[in-house]
């Protein structure tokens, strides 16, 4: 569900950013911009959506650096998870923090830990083709408290673009690139 999401994300991201100008791969990316996306259950019903929102876009080197800022709301319009990421893009290639994916919770559960992370991250090149295979991405943890080691890996792999779709929203109709992988996360802890 949540890679399904993140394709999706991506898809309508750039579809509606794109009415902004130019600054990465075609898009202009502006502070206090951003869009919602709705979400829908297996039956076509709606699950909640999740607001978007560009806090800061700045230059580093040769690439573009934008911070978002995500919340994500129930049906019934309950916020249920709110976070902030760090993109990066340099002109052929969008890059996403791997440590988007681990909601607050989990983050503040090894607080204790000083846990120190280092990630590769989950890349979307400008150019896709059915079939094409993308590179895997990680986030990995260590850390510890007293006599208590803990090891935090998430690991996502066989990114492939598995199917171009047309899908249409109340936004309007988007081709879109459907992007599956496997993604597995694991937490150790001893002594």
């Known amino acids: 569900m949540l890679k399904s999401l993140l394709t999706l994300f991506f898809t309508v991201a750039f579809s509606t950013l794109n009415s902004f100008a130019q600054d990465c791969m075609g898009v202009n990316l502006k502070a206090g911009s951003g869009f919602e996306m709705q979400n829908y259950d297996g039956k076509g019903k709606p699950s ?102 803990v090891t935090f890996n998430m690991f996502i792999k066989n990114r492939e673009v598995a199917s171009q779709e047309k899908i249409t929203v109340p936004a309007g109709s988007y081709d879109a690139f459907k992007i599956t992988s496997d993604m597995l996360m694991e937490t150790k802890m001893g002594m």
């Not at 988007?100 to 090894?110: A, D, G, R």
Request: neutral net charge; proline residues 2%.
């Open 48 to 149: 909640g959506n999740m607001i978007y929102k560009i806090k800061e876009v700045k230059k580093e080197g040769g690439l573009t650096v934008f911070s978002i800022e995500f919340e994500s709301f129930s049906n019934k319009g309950k916020s249920e998870y709110r976070s902030t990421y760090q993109m990066r893009c340099d002109g052929n290639v969008i890059m996403v923090d791997a440590s988007s994916l681990i909601n607050e919770e989990q983050m503040k559960s090894l607080d204790n830990f000083q846990m120190k992370f280092t990630s590769t991250d989950i890349q979307y090149p400008n150019k896709m083709s059915v079939g094409q295979k993308l590179k895997e991405a990680s986030m990995k943890g260590e850390g510890s408290s007293g006599p208590l080691n």
